[in-house]
């Protein structure tokens, strides 16, 4: 058997489904072996790498399994390597396969390679992954895929790297059935659940008893543990009220009465923001607690107390005092407070909850700092995200891609999430441009493959980040996914822009008009041109239902949902 048969089988015992990348000559005997398979794994081709990874990290948002991504050697892996950084800083499980050279070539490939399209990439790839190496000998393919697996799915997820040469990919070995095991349990996360010191969550109970205000501040990990139910059980039962991160949007339902919505600086909603100022105690789970949603570190105060749930301790209590930091598992975690506190007879505090409600009452709007101006020519970026929110309530449950910049806001603080459950996808890892049309498709094929509740996969970005990642159009529509991508078109690089308005120094800020729309036919899609309110709910409404992926392309003046911009720059 070939190293690269042995690569593709040990994939199938770790149930991949779906590889996405880019070939190249080094790579393309792993592509041979997908081939001979015959449709067990289907490989999706991406136009970029950065692409393919951001779809892969997608799919494993939306399926809790790793995702798998390829690409060649040097140009390749370095393209991949913004996406890869999004995954790691997002703690999100992904398998790079990276191609080489020949092993016999390393004098040639290392340095500045001498050989064709050689770098020294296992260096680059090193600081934004859990783990990356090169296979050195054919008969360690499959341990070194169980190892990969292992570090993707355990403790804190995040990306691996493998570097395969030519060779290893080519090379004939004997191989046994017995040489495929695989640890079935580390195909998906959570692969291990911590369970944290009962010490620690007896302290953490007291705190929660002795508090007049608590309020839980959930995070991505909340997903990655599945531990939605117990959230809500905690919430529910104990009368605590729930802000999310942007990453944790879904984790609570946020038409429940006990959610105060998204927190923080960037799409923050006013009663998140109203209600964390009075609490006294702030249970953060599954969160780095990082700038955005802490308004550049100015929450917790002195007089907050904080209980910290998280299974990676190095970031417990980072940037605060923590008076209970907890390493564990969320579900684990939240499921002992649960018995705890309902052992002790712990009784919501009805106070704190009836002014929640006063709060919720008070605070009409999610982002009622930003005005709702129409006097514009141009579309109120605000306005067309609460029609794309009320569109959307009518149509029952959708996936919601983000891009990075303004857009990440407009969805976290306009679209609600109206039940539990990862339907919003941000790239907060590393707030890069170009995610959203990308990371529609990746959880397109994932929702499909699992077979989610959803009935359309709608990708929201800026003109500057659709750019980036829109020839995969036609990627969307070659796979069969009939995303929808609305782009909010400003003609610049808005947020940018803003800074640079306070110094009224305006450099490579500004494009020249582009119409999205035709671009999106080029590549075989639908495309609307947007410039009226109307318009957009009868695009909307018109390609709902369509097979091909559309963009509809909003021309909007330029609006940050930003807090601190406004406040301090
Ligand atoms: C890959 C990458 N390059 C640069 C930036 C810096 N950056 C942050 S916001 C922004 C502007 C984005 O413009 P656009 O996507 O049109 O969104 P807008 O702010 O106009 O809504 C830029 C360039 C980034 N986040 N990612
Ligand atoms: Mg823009």
Request: glycine share 8%; with cysteine; net charge negative.
């Amino acid at each position: 058997m070939r190293g690269a048969e042995a690569l593709i089988r040990m994939l199938i015992e770790y149930d991949v489904n779906t590889i996405f990348g880019v070939p190249g000559g080094q790579t393309n005997p792993m592509y041979e072996a997908i081939h001979d398979i015959k449709g067990r794994i289907s490989h999706i081709l991406f136009r970029d790498e950065t692409n393919a990874v951001f779809a892969a990290d997608a799919y494993a948002k939306i399926t809790n399994k790793p995702g798998v991504a390829d690409a060649t050697l040097g140009p390749g892996a370095l393209r991949a390597i913004p996406a890869i950084a999004e995954s790691y800083n997002s703690s999100i499980p992904l398998i790079q396969l990276v191609g080489n050279n020949p092993s016999n070539w390393l004098p040639l490939t290392v340095y500045r390679g001498n050989a064709s399209q050689a770098v020294d990439q296992l260096r680059v790839l090193e600081p934004i992954t859990k783990w990356c190496g090169q296979i050195i000998n054919v008969n360690s393919i499959p341990s070194i895929i169980r190892f990969a697996f292992r570090a993707a799915t355990s403790g804190r997820p995040g990306p691996v790297a493998i570097d395969i040469p030519y060779d290893i990919l080519t090379e004939e070995v004997e191989f046994n059935d017995r040489d495929f095991y695989c640890q079935k349990e580390f195909s998906k996360v959570p692969a291990t659940r911590i369970v944290p010191s009962s010490e620690k969550i007896l302290q953490a109970s007291k705190l929660i008893q002795s508090a007049e205000r608590p309020l839980i501040i959930s995070g991505g990990g909340v997903f990655l543990s599945n531990a939605l139910n117990e959230l809500y059980k905690l919430s529910t039962t104990f009368g605590i009220p729930v802000a999310t991160t942007i990453n944790g949007k879904g984790s609570f339902p946020e038409t429940h009465p006990f959610s105060v919505g998204v927190l923080g600086s960037l799409g923050g909603w006013n009663t998140a923001e109203l209600v964390v100022k009075k609490s006294d105690l702030l249970i953060f789970v599954g969160s780095n607690v990082d700038q955005m949603t802490t308004f550049d570190w100015s929450i917790p105060s002195e007089e907050q107390k904080v209980i910290h749930i998280d299974i990676d301790p190095i970031e417990l209590g980072r940037s605060f005092v923590c008076n209970v930091a907890i390493t564990g598992d969320a579900q684990t975690c939240l499921s002992m407070l649960n018995d705890v506190l309902s052992n002790y007879g712990y009784k919501p505090k009805m106070l704190w909850v009836e002014e929640i409600n006063k709060l919720k009452n008070s605070s009409a709007d999610a982002l009622d700092y930003l005005d709702d101006n129409l006097e514009y020519e141009k579309l109120n970026p605000k306005m067309v995200m609460k029609i794309i929110d009320k569109f959307l309530e009518k149509k029952g449950v959708n996936i919601i891609v983000s891009d990075a910049s303004s857009a990440s806001g407009w969805v976290a603080g306009c679209i609600r999430s109206v039940l539990s459950g990862r339907r919003f996808l941000f790239p907060r890892g590393m707030a890069g441009l170009g995610y959203a049309i990308p990371a529609s498709i990746g959880s397109s094929i994932a929702a499909r493959e699992i077979g989610l509740e959803y009935s359309k996969c709608i990708a929201i970005a800026g003109d500057g980040g659709a750019a980036y990642s829109i020839a995969e159009i036609e990627t969307a529509k070659r796979v069969g996914t009939s995303l929808i991508c609305i782009i909010l078109n400003d003609s610049s690089l808005g947020w940018i822009r803003k800074i640079q308005e306070k110094s009224g120094k305006l450099i490579s800020s500004e494009f020249t008009a582009v119409n999205f729309a035709r671009v999106s036919e080029g590549f075989g899609g639908r495309g609307y041109e947007v410039k009226s309110y109307g318009d957009l709910e009868w695009a909307l409404e018109s390609c709902y239902n369509d097979n091909l992926p559309s963009i509809i392309d909003v021309k909007v003046f330029t609006m940050v949902p930003y807090k601190p911009l406004f406040v301090y720059f």
